[in-house]
């Protein structure tokens, strides 16, 4: 399996990704300039991290969404690639219409960097078939932007759709506005599109892939990478086909 | 030609402005019982060169439409001066 | 012709050392360079001899003070790098950029050192909370640190914040930075030779800062607003760049020596590396690259605008430099070139505008011998004030209260808008006694703990600065962690003043012998001083960080690990000091009181042992005693662990606020395992040791003293901020 983290400049969690897929058996990862026009041959996994890119200028990943590198992530997942966008990363899928919506300032208008409880609302995705349904694992978050916004009637097709894969919630599994730490619509932290393989969400999974640091819960998303890629591998000879 | 153009960039009407709310508190709190509202947004300054003000406005709004401004939360308002 | 020494900051001496040094008069714009170079903030006048009680050497030292940063020994080949730096001054005038561009500037000294930056943290203090406008500053102050340090990429992993109503015209801002490095890659400021070219890597030079230097050292004034077009504006993004493109062409081999512009901008940077690598140094003013038009060379020299290293290349690498540069979208201008003549000499129009020994500028500003006089009250302000013994329900209410202190309270809300994860090496974050982050490419754990007591270095300077030092030694000791050393930044006010310079005096002798006793050296630290306004001066603030390690295989002990049933053992003295204590302070009481004496021997044997209780994991949980005393410490090691506690302290003492609250000296709490214990007292043989209790329950219960729920210790300790 191959895996490509773009960095841009100001990303802060490129190095963080590649050390946590580097430690996925059978995966093979490297760096990728977000100048550069092609991906390595068979890149199965594009990785957006989490960061500052362009120092968060204009607006969170609004600068990044326009470098070169990102038309030849748009075919990737045209053609079925698997996306994965961290925080930041997010916030560029967001900006590059890879996926709907926008990541909007804080409620509380400050940074906030604590570990935080989510419940995975989907799990027939290539991100996270390795967990359970209605799972509630920990995973930290780190921004000032992460409030998830899309209009009403948007909103409503997302759900409908079944795109939001993973919510803010309390121990128990349950939403609610008193345990949602920026007050994103629907306590929306993570979605798909439509067709299911680009994954945007604010949480760090490569923050939470280590006993020591912040605990195993987002190893799993690695683990349910792995068995796509081998079971669609098996299926259609090659690491895409989706 | 020269021309700048003033792009006022706020959020759209029905996005919650939380930076407006904090700073709606804060005047508030510093002695302005009389406001109403606040809601925050930027000005991007852009010197252009074009034959015209139409084709300035029209490079300018395409501009917006490429980067400057996220239309699923933003509107913007573009003000020329010949220079 | 004489010049207007005045108007650049130079005393008359000053000026007829620098006439008779350089013999001539200088001109104008050399002037200007001295006045900022030999500013209290740039030359340490006031402190050089003082600085030299420190002990600075040690098995582990790889770098003592005097350059960028010190560098300890972490094994395996790689070193860490680390020191901090105030920004106070700015900080109070413009406390966001104030404190982001106190954050850039430590990291790029780091930087300078050829390591990668992996943990920053902030000491703040500022005047009392009830006011809004200290709210401000402070929410000013934060939001900076965070803006800056999570935007590089730099984990703040710990910190300390203190209120006191000294800071209100005067807030303190230090910040501290450690970084990693390949001992094969490291740079330093001695390694130019002739024939190399200078070269000047990220922002363009502007205004920012002008003088700056100047402006640390002098006091604030009635009009500090007026201060303002001296504030420097940060830009992390450019920092993070900066970062990237550094390591990359160290790794490359690509740089012979490095240096970053912080005081003193251009000047400061380039005459340090010509002094020290005992060589000389030609620049092309207008090769410069310049943000502002019309800048003399004078200006262009001392602007302190951010971002920015200075390079010495062979001339071979320039090219490859340069495109790496461009890859990294960072501007990188030769400016000059490496000569064999020592002289420092500006160009600027093709004439030569500045013509000085390397040695001279930056060093052998006189020492200015300030008269040292104990304050009159010496003797008073040892006294520990009396105190009203609380009535039976008061017992709860004191500790309820201490947990709502400012400084003693839960500090979340101001440490979760720090990004303390990113790099995924954080093991302990904020919160703790102790900071921990793991170094892979050592196979080892360092540890870190920012220690304060300001009220106890005003009672009495020598035992508070050397219980600073202890305090944050023993932290890493109780952790498990062997000390490497110490960084430590003097926050002080005017030195001109006898009794403030005794003060200042003292602090540093007690110490230098606690480094001493305790086999910590001082590896790295900055000087502030001239913390006074006319409002009032600061209390003798010296902030320390030690730094310690464990290796990979180590497991660290820290506090809130205990479990229902552990026997609680409290080690050290039970009676300690209500001097300059949490306990008086916040009843109101004046600022009086002697901590205990210091004990080198005590201090050793403590963490010795300490370490071997770690290492032998003889403990399931520990915490060492400091503000707010044996309470408090009970207090935060249930809010830690979740569960109360039943406490009988020994019949024999005399129950006092002295045993609840007293401050000061080796002491420490441990929740031990019941199969563990035997093996925990012997280690402890010799030394006061006291079973007091027990782990359960949900309640803080204290002989018939204290009873008190754990949800309400939580509610007073985590309430509103």
Known sequence: ?242 | MRFRAEIIVTLKSGVLDTQGKAVFSSLRRLGHPGIEDVRIGRVISVVVDAPDAAEARSEVETMCQNLLVNDLIEEARVDLEAL | MVMDFKKAGLSAKEYEALVQELGREPNETELQLFGVMWSEHCSYKSTRPLLKLFPTEGPAVLQGPGENAGVVDLGQGIGLAFKVESHNHPSAVEPYQGAATGVGGIIRDILAMGARPVASMDGLFFGSPESSRVRRLRDGVVRGVGGYGNAVGVPTVGGKTVYDPSYAENPLVNAFCAGVVSLNKMVSSQTARPGQKVLLLGSRTGRDGIAGAAFASAELSEDAQSHRPQIQIGDPFAEKLLIECCLELLEEGLVAAMQDMGAAGVVSSSSEVAAKSGVGMVIDMDRIPLREAGMTPGEIALSESQERMLLVVDPDMVNEVERRARRWGLECAPIGVITEERRYIYTSQGSVVVDLPPELIGGNAPIIPWESRPPHDEEERKKIPPTVRPGPEGWNDELLALLQDPNLRCQETIFQQYDSMVQTNTLAGPGGDVSLIRVPQAKAQVAFSMEADPWKCFTDPFNGGAETVARSVRALSVCGATPLGLTNCLNFPSPEKPDQFWELQEVIRGMAEACQALACPVVSGNVSLYNESPAGRILPTPVVVAVGSLSDGDTPLLGGQGRAGDRVFLVGSPRASLGASRYLLRRGAPLRGTPPPFSGAWEADFSRRARAVARGRHARSGRIISGGGLAVALAKELLASGMGALISLPSDWKMDEEILFGEGGPRAIYAVASEGVAAFRQLWEGWPLDEIGVLGGSRLRVDNVLNLSCDDLAAAWKGEN
């Open chain 1, 1 to 242: 399996m191959r895996s490509a983290v773009i960095v841009f400049p100001g990303s802060n969690c490129d190095r963080d990704a590649l050390r946590t897929l580097a430690e996925v058996p059978g995966m093979e990862v490297e760096p990728l300039w977000h100048d550069d026009t092609t991906l390595p041959p068979e890149t199965d996994l594009v990785v957006l991290p989490g960061g500052f890119s362009y120092g968060d200028y204009l607006r969170p990943g609004a600068l990044a969404a326009r470098a070169p590198i990102i038309a030849e992530v748009r075919r990737h997942a045209d053609r079925g690639g698997l996306v994965l966008g961290i925080c930041n990363g997010f916030q560029v899928l967001t900006e590059s219409r890879l996926l709907p919506g926008a990541l909007l300032p804080n409620r509380d208008t400050r940074f906030i960097c604590r570990p935080c409880l989510l419940r995975v609302d989907r799990t027939d995705t290539p991100f996270t078939n390795a967990y359970q349904k209605g799972q509630v694992v920990q995973f930290p978050i780190a921004h000032a932007d992460g409030r998830f916004y899309l209009p009403e009637e948007d909103l409503a097709q997302l759900e409908q759709r079944g795109q939001v894969v993973f919510r803010y919630c309390d121990v128990t599994g349950r939403v609610d506005p008193s345990v949602n730490p920026n007050g994103a619509a629907h306590h929306i932290a993570g979605i798909v599109n439509d067709r299911g393989n680009v994954l945007g969400l604010m949480p760090h999974p490569e923050r939470a892939s280590d006993p020591r640091i912040g605990g195993e819960d987002g190893k799993m998303i690695w683990d349910s990478i792995r068995a796509w890629c081998q079971n669609e591998g098996k299926r259609s000879g090659h690491g895409h086909g989706f």
